[in-house]
Structure formats: structure tokens, C-alpha cells
């Protein structure tokens, strides 16, 4: 198929002379567009197939740039992308230098606000809005929400305060019963039942529309008719949650049905009071292997359009291991107990929810509550392990504080995609969890850098009284080798070469697998290092560190995390105060977001390649050989 109508769209203007057909040929251009690049890239696919026909009437009826839309997450932007002008780049999505997959607003005037966290769009759209009306600026502001983002507490907090304003806020709930795996809780059995009482609201809508229509008299009737409704809303409108927020309630309406959507979204359009439009879709429409395992089309990677099936590899991931190691303690200690925020199958939890249901529990896009559930079960004499993504737990740091930390309470926080994080960006970026834990007490932090050291750490993990955090990268673990397989001692890493060279490279376990390259190259030019895994990050067994320290003339720490707050330039602080004989240098995350690409690009654009560490050890032997400091 060309693109022939989905290349005449230079902006969205253009849609509004399409007629039905061109518009159902449109919808097939940009499922078949969104197919085979994803399928070449990777990227996020049910969600975006999912969407099609809503963001076409969206942009139809609402005026981008003036009227702002805010997509929650931001996974699901791929057609309002291709709509405002990127249609053309748009195969270079999630690649270096390419068009992000999430919205930016320094991509488009038609990205109003960067996403890629869940559950922000109501606060942010409520925000652009407040900021519209105080500036006396026009324009409507629509968030777009998943039932998945629906379960996150901003979400709620936002419906909470948008919905006490006098404001004309458009939330469209775009429900197609799945988060990355079939959303749950309390909230997605509401929606389900609301679903069911369709007729009732649709009903309820169209009176509003047919008395506001009545010249003149026809807002004040309106307004009779709302507060008798109100009145009655314990028969006609029992449990609409939104409506009793103070939003008004449309649907819910078919998806992916463009002239029915319209219909209504004019009307949305038009008024004066905040309004939830629930929309029902199906995540992966239109391509039958997304749509019968939307989950695992749901983040995917480069896959064949025809059988989607992906390239396997013969190595063993850190998520692997980590979900592995934790069924073997879980088969010997009926008290551990596995949490996951909607992430079960990224976290590797999915074989332990398969094992252990009664054990297993998917709070939905929840970290916060995550985190504080966890201290509950601790407290009540569990233990629990949450396995989260570094960067969702950023969510959670006050929790991890106050709910587990200050109460010395034993959980287990295994911190996935910690590091560089390939293809989502600066959002996904795994870079601050040391930085933001090391300084709270008590709270360990780990880093395995191998399938091995994930089992002793979590064995470590699973016997200690106060929290601990492992953190490990989105990567294949590295080769076993026997120093991963010395028993952990506390505060203490392992010489993983020792062939008494005389500069010691000294790295955490994410970044190992660079470092023993680098330590290869150099072995090649005839100039070997020795290399050591702190193992610890917190505690850390500072005597010990300074006597493996000791008989080198250079040592090199490298860190695969932020440089601000993390440890690497504080223990090259240590050698440099404690061992002045030695020269001491520190590589970590300089201070700057990084964009996406892959985990060898991004390294490289931070410096920490296993080419950089190779030049910053040639440069730490040409100080030894000038006999200078640094
Ligand atoms: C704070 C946070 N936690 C977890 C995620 C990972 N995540 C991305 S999309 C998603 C599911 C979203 O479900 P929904 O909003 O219903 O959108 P759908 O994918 O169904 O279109 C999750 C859990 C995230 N982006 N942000
Ligand atoms: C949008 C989002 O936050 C997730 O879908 C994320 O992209 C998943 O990443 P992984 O593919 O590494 O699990
Ligand atoms: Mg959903």
C-alpha cells in the first residue's frame, strides 16, 4: 500500500476535507505505517494501533496547536505524530537522533507537554488550561488517559481538583481494559461495570445536548435539568464516580467509529464544564497478533510483521536472573511475597505470579502505594520484594523513606533498567536511584554484575532487617567468571582480574560488562589493568577498599550512574585523601538528561563507552609514566 493520503497531511488542518472513505483509507495507511516501522525499530504497538481512529476525530474536531492534548504516558502518540507534520521522520522513531516515541515539546508546537511517566495528563492539561485562562489566552485542553494511567494516584488527585473548578477540562478515557498486562484493581471493575450501564449515559447526555440547543432559555434549563439529576443521581446515576467528582460524563462511545466520536466531541467541545469522555478500544486493532496478545506487542522490539516473532538471544538477562533467583528463596520462605506497579512481565515477576498467585500482587500503576503496601506486609511479617524500574521509582522515594527506611522494615526493592536505558530516552533513563537512596539510612544498595551475583545478593537481600535495593541493568549478564561465585561479605567487592598490574579499574556491577572489555583492549595493547567489583555501594567497607587500593599507582572508579551524588568521584576522593601516592579518577553519568538510543550509544555519549574507559586508563598510565598527579 503507498501512503497516498497519509502523505498529504502536512498538518492536521488537512483532515477536515477527507471524506469517510479517505478517512477509513487514512486509518489503514497509518495502522500499516505504525506496523512495519515498529516492526523494524521496536517500540510501543497496541497502544498506537489502539488509538487511531480517536486521534483522527481529536484532530479533526479540536485545533492543534491552539487546543493542547496531553497523552498520558505518551505511548500511544505515533498517529498524532505522523498527523502534525511527521509523517516524513517518522521511521526514525526511538532511533539516535530520531523522533522520540513519546511527545516532546521541542519536537512539535503540537506536543504541549513531554510524557512517558503514566498518570500525569489530567494535572498537566488542568495546568495548561489554568495557565490559558490566567494569560486570557483561547483554546481547549484535552488530556488523553488510559484505563492502565487511570490507576495512578495523580491521576485521581487531578480528577480531584479539575473536578471542583469551573473549567471546561477534556479528559477522554480511553479504555481498552489492558494496561501492559490486563489492568486490574478495584478502578478497572468500575469502568467495566460503567460500560455496562452504557444506555443510561448515553441517555443522560443527549438530554443535555437537546435542552442546551433551545434558544435563549436553553444553559438556564440545562441547569435545572443538572441539579434535578444530581438530585437523582442515587437512581439514574448511581456509581458514576466521574460525575460525582463534578465532571460531566459522555459514553462510552465506540473507539473506532471516527463519525461517532466526531459527533460527540463537537458537542465536548462546546462546553463550559469539565468533562470525562469514556472511550471504549482495543488495544492492538487491526493487527490480529497484537490484538489477540496485546501485552506482548505492547513494548516490543524489532519483530517479523509476519509471524511477530522477535530474535531470541542465547544470553541470560539481568531480569532473567533476578526472576529465577527470587522463585528458587521463594520455593524455601513462604514469607516472601513479590509486588510489582503494572509491570509484571517487564520485571521478570510473571513466572513468580504464575507460581506463587496467592503470593503475587499487581497494584496497578501505583509505586507510591506499591512501596508503603510493602512496608504494611513488613511490618506484618512478611517479606516482601518489589521489583520496579529505576526510573518509576523515582515515584517512590518518600515512600521507600518513610515507609520502609525510617521503620527499618525488610524490603527488598529490585531496581530494573537501572543504568542506561535503550530506545524510551530521557524518561526511562535509570540514572538517579543511587544519588537519591545512597543518603538515606540504613537502606543498602547493591549492583550484581552477573546471574551469579544476583542469587548471592538477593540471598544477602532476603536475610537482612532493613531495606535493601538491588539495582541492575536492561542487559545480557555477563560470562560467569569464579570471583562472582566468592561469598558476599558485607561492604565488599571482589577483584574480578588480578594479575598484579599496576592500575586497577573499579566498577559497579552494571557497568562490568564495559569494563571487562576495555580491560581486554588494553590487555591486547600490551598494557593489562586488574579490575574489581565494589559489589556494595551502601555500606561500603571504606579499609577494605583502601588496602585492595593500596598497591597501584592508579586506580580508575567507573559507575553507571548520575556523576552528582553518586559514588564514584567519592571514593576517588577517599584514595586521593587516604593513599596520596595514588592516582585516583572517577567516570560516572555526567550532569545532563540523556536521549535514547541504544545502551552502547548512550554510554558512548556519556563517556563511558568501553572505549572511554580504555583512553582514561591510557591517560592514568601516561600520568604514572610523567610521574605526575592528577
Ligand atoms: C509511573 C509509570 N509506571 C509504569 C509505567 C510503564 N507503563 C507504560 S504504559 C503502561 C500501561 C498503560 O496502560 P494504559 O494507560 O491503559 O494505556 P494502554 O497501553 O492500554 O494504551 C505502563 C504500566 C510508566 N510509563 N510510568
Ligand atoms: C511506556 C513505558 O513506560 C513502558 O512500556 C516501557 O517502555 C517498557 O520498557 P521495556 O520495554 O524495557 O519493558
Ligand atoms: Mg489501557
Same mark, same amino acid.
Given at each position: 500500500?503507498?501512503h497516498?493520503?497519509l502523505?498529504?497531511?502536512?498538518?492536521?488542518?488537512?483532515?477536515r476535507?477527507?471524506?469517510?472513505i479517505?478517512l477509513?483509507n487514512?486509518?489503514?495507511?497509518?495502522?500499516?505505517?505504525?506496523?512495519?516501522?515498529?516492526?523494524?525499530?521496536?517500540?510501543?504497538?497496541?497502544?498506537n494501533?489502539?488509538?487511531?481512529?480517536?486521534t483522527?476525530?481529536?484532530?479533526?474536531?479540536?485545533?492543534?496547536?491552539?487546543?493542547q492534548?496531553?497523552?498520558d504516558?505518551?505511548?500511544?502518540?505515533?498517529?498524532?505524530?505522523?498527523?502534525?507534520?511527521?509523517?516524513?521522520?517518522?521511521?526514525?522513531?526511538?532511533?539516535?537522533?530520531?523522533l522520540?516515541?513519546?511527545p516532546?515539546?521541542?519536537?512539535s508546537?503540537?506536543?504541549?507537554?513531554?510524557?512517558?511517566?503514566?498518570?500525569?495528563?489530567?494535572?498537566?492539561?488542568?495546568?495548561?488550561l489554568?495557565?490559558?485562562?490566567?494569560?486570557?489566552?483561547?483554546?481547549?485542553?484535552?488530556?488523553?488517559?488510559?484505563?492502565?494511567?487511570l490507576?495512578?494516584?495523580?491521576?485521581l488527585?487531578?480528577?480531584?481538583?479539575?473536578?471542583q473548578?469551573?473549567?471546561?477540562l477534556v479528559?477522554?478515557?480511553?479504555?481498552?481494559?489492558?494496561?501492559?498486562?490486563?489492568?486490574?484493581?478495584?478502578?478497572?471493575?468500575?469502568?467495566?461495570?460503567?460500560?455496562?450501564?452504557?444506555?443510561?449515559?448515553?441517555?443522560?447526555y443527549r438530554?443535555?445536548?437537546?435542552?442546551?440547543?433551545?434558544?435563549?432559555?436553553?444553559?438556564?434549563?440545562?441547569?435545572?435539568?443538572?441539579?434535578?439529576?444530581?438530585?437523582?443521581?442515587?437512581?439514574?446515576f448511581?456509581?458514576n464516580?466521574?460525575?460525582?467528582?463534578?465532571?460531566?460524563?459522555?459514553?462510552?462511545?465506540?473507539?473506532h467509529?471516527?463519525?461517532?466520536?466526531e459527533?460527540?466531541l463537537?458537542?465536548?467541545?462546546?462546553?463550559?464544564?469539565?468533562?470525562?469522555?469514556?472511550?471504549?478500544?482495543r488495544?492492538?486493532?487491526g493487527?490480529?497478533?497484537?490484538e489477540?496478545?496485546?501485552?506482548?506487542?505492547?513494548?516490543?522490539?524489532p519483530?517479523?510483521?509476519?509471524?511477530?516473532?522477535?530474535?531470541?538471544?542465547?544470553?541470560t538477562?539481568?531480569?532473567?536472573?533476578?526472576s529465577r533467583?527470587?522463585l528458587?528463596?521463594?520455593?524455601?520462605?513462604?514469607?516472601?511475597?513479590?509486588?510489582?506497579a503494572?509491570?509484571?512481565?517487564?520485571?521478570g515477576?510473571?513466572?513468580f505470579?504464575?507460581?506463587?498467585?496467592d503470593?503475587?500482587?499487581?497494584?496497578?500503576?501505583a509505586? &507510591?502505594? /506499591? +512501596?508503603?503496601?510493602a512496608?504494611?506486609? %513488613? =511490618?506484618?511479617?512478611m517479606? *516482601? #520484594? @518489589?521489583?520496579?524500574?529505576?526510573?518509576?521509582? &523515582?515515584r /517512590? +522515594?518518600?515512600?521507600l523513606?518513610?515507609? %520502609? =527506611?525510617?521503620?527499618?522494615? *525488610? #524490603? @527488598?526493592?529490585?531496581?530494573?533498567?537501572?543504568g542506561?536505558v535503550?530506545?524510551?530516552?530521557?524518561?526511562?533513563?535509570?540514572?538517579?536511584?543511587?544519588?537519591?537512596?545512597?543518603?538515606?539510612p540504613?537502606?543498602?544498595?547493591?549492583?550484581p554484575?552477573?546471574?551469579?551475583e544476583?542469587?548471592?545478593?538477593?540471598?544477602?537481600a532476603?536475610?537482612?532487617?532493613?531495606?535493601?535495593?538491588?539495582?541492575?541493568p536492561?542487559?545480557?549478564?555477563?560470562?560467569?567468571?569464579?570471583?562472582?561465585d566468592l561469598p558476599l561479605?558485607?561492604?565488599?567487592?571482589?577483584?574480578?582480574?588480578?594479575?598484579?598490574?599496576?592500575?586497577?579499574?573499579?566498577?559497579?556491577?552494571?557497568?562490568?560488562?564495559?569494563?571487562?572489555?576495555?580491560?581486554?583492549?588494553?590487555?591486547?595493547?600490551?598494557?593489562?589493568v586488574?579490575?574489581?567489583?565494589?559489589?556494595?555501594?551502601?555500606?561500603?567497607?571504606?579499609?577494605?577498599?583502601?588496602?585492595?587500593?593500596?598497591?597501584?599507582?592508579?586506580?580508575?572508579?567507573v559507575e553507571?550512574?548520575?556523576?552528582?551524588?553518586?559514588?564514584?568521584s567519592?571514593?576517588a576522593?577517599?584514595v586521593?585523601?587516604?593513599?596520596?601516592h595514588?592516582l585516583?579518577?572517577?567516570?560516572?553519568?555526567?550532569?545532563?538528561?540523556?536521549?535514547?538510543?541504544t545502551?552502547?550509544?548512550?554510554?558512548?555519549?556519556?563517556?563511558l563507552?568501553?572505549?572511554?574507559?580504555?583512553?582514561?586508563a591510557?591517560?592514568?598510565?601516561?600520568?604514572?609514566?610523567?610521574?605526575?598527579?592528577?
Open positions: 500500500m503507498n497516498s493520503i502523505s498529504g497531511i502536512r498538518s492536521p488542518q488537512d483532515l476535507s477527507l471524506s469517510n479517505e477509513k487514512l486509518s489503514n495507511e497509518l495502522r500499516k505505517q505504525i506496523i512495519e516501522v515498529v516492526g523494524t525499530n521496536g517500540g510501543h504497538l497496541s497502544s494501533l489502539g488509538v487511531v481512529e480517536l483522527i476525530a481529536l484532530h479533526r474536531v479540536f485545533e492543534s496547536p491552539q487546543d492534548f496531553v497523552w504516558v505518551g505511548h500511544q502518540c505515533y498517529t498524532h505524530k505522523m498527523l502534525t507534520g511527521r509523517f516524513e521522520r517518522f521511521s526514525t522513531i526511538r532511533k539516535k537522533d530520531g522520540s516515541g513519546f516532546k515539546r521541542e519536537e508546537p503540537h506536543d504541549s507537554f513531554d510524557t512517558g511517566h503514566s498518570s500525569t495528563s489530567i494535572s498537566a492539561a488542568y495546568g495548561l489554568t495557565a490559558k485562562k490566567l494569560r486570557g489566552e483561547p483554546g481547549k485542553v484535552v488530556a488523553v488517559i488510559g484505563d492502565g494511567a490507576t495512578g494516584g495523580m491521576a488527585e487531578a480528577l480531584s481538583h479539575a473536578g473548578g469551573q473549567n471546561d479528559v477522554i478515557l480511553n479504555d481498552n481494559k489492558m494496561s501492559i498486562s490486563p489492568n486490574t484493581g478495584a478502578l478497572s471493575e468500575y469502568l467495566s461495570r460503567l460500560t455496562m450501564g452504557a444506555s443510561y449515559q448515553r441517555f443522560r438530554v443535555d445536548r437537546v435542552v442546551r440547543s433551545i434558544p435563549l432559555i436553553g444553559v438556564f434549563l440545562a441547569k435545572i435539568v443538572h441539579r434535578m439529576k444530581r438530585g437523582l443521581k442515587g437512581l439514574v448511581k456509581d464516580l466521574f460525575v460525582d467528582l463534578g465532571f460531566e460524563y459522555v459514553g462510552p462511545l465506540n473507539g467509529n471516527i463519525e461517532e466520536l459527533k460527540v463537537r458537542d465536548v467541545r462546546a462546553l463550559k464544564r469539565p468533562v470525562v469522555v469514556h472511550v471504549l478500544t488495544k492492538g486493532k493487527y490480529s497478533l497484537a489477540n496478545d496485546p501485552s506482548t506487542f505492547h513494548g516490543i522490539g519483530f517479523c510483521i509476519s509471524d511477530g516473532k522477535v530474535e531470541k538471544f542465547d544470553t538477562s539481568f531480569t532473567e536472573a533476578f533467583s527470587l528458587e528463596e521463594a520455593s524455601h520462605d513462604p514469607r516472601i511475597v513479590a509486588i510489582t503494572a509491570m509484571a512481565k517487564g520485571t515477576l510473571a513466572a505470579q504464575h507460581r506463587y498467585p503470593r503475587f500482587f499487581d497494584v496497578g500503576i509505586e &507510591q502505594h /506499591a +512501596v508503603t503496601f512496608g504494611g506486609l %513488613a =511490618a506484618g511479617g517479606r *516482601p #520484594v @518489589v521489583a520496579i524500574y529505576s526510573t518509576f521509582m &523515582q /517512590a +522515594v518518600d515512600q523513606v518513610h515507609d %520502609a =527506611a525510617l521503620q527499618k522494615l *525488610p #524490603v @527488598v526493592f529490585a531496581l530494573d533498567r537501572s542506561a535503550p530506545d524510551d530516552g530521557e524518561t526511562h533513563q535509570g540514572l538517579f536511584d543511587i544519588a537519591l537512596f545512597r543518603p538515606v540504613g537502606v543498602s544498595i547493591l549492583a554484575a552477573s546471574a551469579r544476583m542469587s548471592l545478593m538477593l540471598s544477602w532476603l536475610g537482612r532487617d532493613e531495606p535493601v535495593i538491588i539495582r541492575y536492561k542487559a545480557a549478564c555477563p560470562t560467569e567468571q569464579s570471583a562472582f561479605e558485607t561492604g565488599k567487592g571482589v577483584f574480578t582480574q588480578r594479575d598484579g598490574a599496576d592500575i586497577l579499574i573499579a566498577c559497579t556491577g552494571g557497568i562490568y560488562a564495559e569494563v571487562h572489555e576495555a580491560a581486554n583492549m588494553l590487555a591486547r595493547s600490551s598494557l593489562p586488574d579490575t574489581y567489583n565494589l559489589r556494595f555501594i551502601k555500606p561500603l567497607d571504606e579499609d577494605f577498599l583502601v588496602s585492595c587500593a593500596s598497591g597501584y599507582r592508579a586506580v580508575l572508579f553507571d550512574g548520575s556523576e552528582t551524588g553518586g559514588i564514584a567519592d571514593l576522593s577517599i586521593r585523601e587516604r593513599l596520596p595514588v585516583a579518577a572517577s567516570m560516572a553519568f555526567p550532569d545532563i538528561f540523556y536521549p535514547q538510543g545502551r552502547q550509544e548512550i554510554l558512548s555519549f556519556a563517556g563507552s568501553a572505549v572511554h574507559i580504555y583512553d582514561e591510557l591517560k592514568l598510565r601516561s600520568y604514572i609514566a610523567a610521574g605526575q598527579s592528577r
